[in-house]
């Protein structure tokens, strides 16, 4: 919980301005197959390929389980967008499978 009453509080809250600078940034991205994406979600069935647990929720867009569809070994590190190198994971999986320690 967030003490107000703290003089750091608003220390802290007047450093940053209400509404906060906008950077534009240039970036690549690679393109992605729409078919690899369906057919490792249709795979999966709404189940985590690294947990085992359903999928965490309903996605309002597709109305399926919604998984993330992870690449084994990285497109930027050469890895093929094919069946043989995807899973369908959930969004936790997916965030200790990028930032999550060994």
């Known amino acids: ?7 750091f509080f608003d220390q802290v ?4 301005s209400q509404i906060p600078n906008k950077v534009s940034v240039n970036t690549s991205v690679f393109v992605r197959n729409p078919i690899v994406v369906k057919e490792a979600l249709n795979r999966a069935k709404g189940i985590c390929q690294k947990c085992g647990n359903n999928a965490p929720f309903i996605s309002k867009v ?3 389980p919604y998984l993330e569809v992870h690449h084994i070994i990285p497109l930027s590190e050469k890895g ?7 899973i369908a994971i959930c969004p936790n999986c997916h965030r200790e499978a990028h930032f999550g320690s060994a």
Do not use: M, R, S
């Open 1 to 7: 919980e967030i003490d107000k009453e703290n003089p």
């Open 13 to 16: 809250n007047n450093a940053f």
């Open 62 to 64: 597709t109305n399926e």
């Open 80 to 86: 093929a967008d094919n069946l043989h190198n995807v």
